[in-house]
């Protein structure tokens, strides 16, 4: 089966950096994806990892350790509309795509 | 372009109605898949289709129907539904199952009395 953990919530200040972090376990590893879901909407799509390393997009990076079972995303410069639920997601053997509970990111003045 | 539009957004049934959750892509997206959302537990997959006439059950399948007579068309039927069905609904389509962005449609926040 497959198991991702991501913190339940995490505050940040307007500005800053911070960093979300995804341990994951999976029979068979066929990538890792970002999603932001802010109150109210579907979750819309940030980033996909396949090859260890950091991927950056902006002021968005993702970085993966495929031998760590480990991903974090990296929110850079704040601001208040980052404010969200941050889902990693997990595609295992079989291309079967499993989601994390989602870690809400308030960010603050 | 459309995306997935996904209706209605907001419904409310007694227990054993029945229903249908309409979604429909204009990407010919071959992959195609239903969400529901509850707290606390994140995004469970109930259904998918990787193409016109196959369908298969996800993690949550249970009370749930899925028909793909079409490559736009998925929809989600709930035979009689019950209370625990109460959840947001998602539907979401990409190019390849498991390696390819999903894309998602607005969502519909189901209430069963």
């Known amino acids: 089966g497959q198991n991702i953990d991501q913190p339940t919530e995490m505050t940040a200040t307007e500005g800053a950096i911070v960093q979300i972090n995804c341990t994951y376990q999976t029979s068979g590893f066929n990538g890792l994806f970002w999603y932001q879901q802010h109150a109210g909407e579907a979750p819309t799509f940030l980033s996909y990892?396949?090859?260890?390393g950091l991927e950056e997009k902006g002021r968005f990076s993702s970085f993966l350790s495929r031998s760590k079972g480990y991903s974090y995303l990296l929110l850079k410069e704040l601001q208040m509309k980052d404010s969200a639920s941050y889902l990693c997601?997990?595609?295992?053997?079989?291309?079967?795509?499993?989601f994390g509970t989602g870690t809400q990111l308030k960010v603050e003045l | 372009n459309a995306g997935v539009t996904q209706t209605p957004k907001f419904q409310v049934l007694k227990t054993g109605q029945s229903m249908t959750l309409q979604c429909a892509q204009d990407?010919?997206?071959?992959?195609m898949s239903w969400y529901r959302q509850d707290p606390g537990m994140g995004l469970r997959l109930i259904h998918y289709s990787v193409g016109a006439g196959i369908t298969d059950q996800g993690e949550v399948p249970n009370g749930y129907n899925v028909s793909r007579s079409t490559t736009e068309d998925f929809p989600l039927r709930l035979l009689s539904a019950a209370p625990s069905q109460t959840s947001v609904y998602f539907c979401?389509?990409?190019?390849?199952?498991?390696?390819?962005?999903?894309?998602f449609g607005s969502g519909t926040q189901l209430s069963v009395l």
């Open positions: 990892n396949v090859l260890d």
């Open positions: 979401a389509s990409s190019w390849d199952r498991g390696r390819e962005k999903l894309f």
């Open positions: 990407m010919n997206h071959e992959y």
């Open positions: 997601a997990v595609t295992g053997g079989g291309n079967k795509l499993t």
